[in-house]
């Protein structure tokens, strides 16, 4: 099986690194014609507005939206949760493209600037019941967006506790009610159908269980590809052995 991952700006290679780890191909995608040689998609994390000029120019978008709407799996981090929701807010002046698909309200910059990056421990239990390890995943935030309402077919799979005094930069355009969702706690990772999409950043830590997580929303891997590369990388050995790093990542302490 081959997994796409969209090669425009961002963390494509890193995502690329993770899938090999566990058997799979990962394709870099540029143009639209490339897309029907891959089962499933990755939207990695960037500069989201960068990336939807380069989609644009590239005209990706149409063949995007169709390969969203044939039921393949399609996998957003970061600037890719804020391509596949319907509505996003917080944009720059005139707005960005969007492919949409994920009936959700996304916060383009929820957690602050470059400079108010962070990483938090986060409860994934439907993860753990399918992959296996700690009951705690460790997320990257860099730059990150947050989600503020999901619609009734959205399923939560993460969420993080947010100070109610914080305060989000908001644009001329917004009010406080639309910013609601800072109060308690943000939702960060979601899945509905096809989609799955988080505001963290899986590809730069050394726990492979959301890759895992996603393939098997595709269906799994291939037959040339090892069977234990992805139940190996789901067992609590995973986590007690140092792993071989072949690109520059995040370990979890």
């Known amino acids: 099986m081959a997994v796409g991952v969209l090669a425009l700006q961002g963390s494509f290679n890193e995502h690329i690194a993770a899938l090999r780890k566990l058997g799979v191909k ?11 040689s891959v089962k499933a998609l990755i939207i990695p994390g960037g500069e989201s507005t960068t990336m939807a000029k380069l989609a644009e120019y590239h005209n990706l978008f149409p063949a995007l939206r169709e390969f969203v709407k044939t039921g393949k799996p ?13 509505k996003a807010t917080g944009q720059k002046i005139g707005g960005q493209e969007l492919i949409g698909g994920l009936d959700c309200m996304v916060h383009r910059n929820f957690f602050g600037s470059q400079l108010q990056s962070f990483e938090a421990d986060l409860l994934i239990p439907k993860i753990v019941a399918e992959e296996g390890g700690p009951p705690s ?117």
């Open 26 to 36: 990962g394709v870099e995608i540029r143009k639209p014609e490339q897309l029907q």
């Open 137 to 253: 995943f460790r997320g990257v935030f860099i730059r990150a967006p947050g989600i503020l309402e999901v619609g009734p077919e959205v399923e939560v799979l993460a969420d993080l506790p947010t100070p109610s005094q914080k305060a989000v930069n908001l644009s001329p355009n917004e009010s406080q009610e639309e910013n609601a969702g800072s109060e308690n706690k943000v939702i960060v990772a979601v899945k509905q159908g096809n989609l799955l999409a988080t505001a963290f950043h899986p590809e730069l830590t050394a726990d492979t269980r959301w890759h895992g997580y996603f393939l098997k929303m595709a269906g799994g891997i291939s037959e040339d590809a090892s069977s234990s590369s992805i139940s190996q990388s789901t067992k609590d050995q995973h986590f007690l052995k140092p792993p071989i790093y072949d690109l520059p990542i995040y370990q979890q302490q």
């Open 74 to 86: 399609v996998w957003g981090t970061c600037a890719g949760l804020i391509f596949l929701a319907n």
